[in-house]
């Protein structure tokens, strides 16, 4: 079962989901499968390929925030926008990060999700 909160480390060709809650936290880990091809847009598919397992990873968990390089948050968002718009709601915020470690990461996460909750006005289901 997901749990309700989740950060995604996400760059080009690697992605950690940590679902968390104020007890355990689950690590998961999304790679890219590299396609040794000179057809031209294959990057282009690849990354596709790769973004659509990371959403696919993400099924199911209500909340995500999303970090990582700017260039790497801009393709993945622009990705959902056109190709996963369904799930767009479930990404609720979207922050630059350099290289955090797991333990930094979901600190960062918790302590956003406290204050996204309290301006959203909803109640955290658990004392992150």
Not at 16 to 32: G, N, P, S, T, Y
Not at 86 to 93: I, L, P, R
Request: proline residues 4%; hydrophobic residues 40%.
């Amino acid at each position: 079962m997901p749990l309700f909160h989740a950060v995604l480390l996400i760059a080009h060709d690697t992605a950690k989901i940590q679902e968390f809650d104020a007890e355990q936290r689950v690590l998961h880990q999304v790679q890219a499968h590299a396609y040794d091809t000179r057809q031209h847009g294959s990057n282009v598919r690849t990354e596709h390929e790769f973004f659509g397992k990371v959403c696919d990873a993400l099924a199911g968990v209500r909340e995500v925030l999303v970090a990582g390089s700017k260039t790497a948050l801009s393709d993945f968002r622009h990705y959902v926008q056109k190709h996963r718009a369904g799930m767009a709601a479930q990404f609720v915020g979207w922050e630059p990060v350099d290289h955090p470690t797991d333990g930094q990461l979901v600190a960062f996460a918790r302590k956003y999700f406290v204050d996204h909750d309290r301006m959203a006005g909803v109640p955290t289901p658990t004392d992150l």
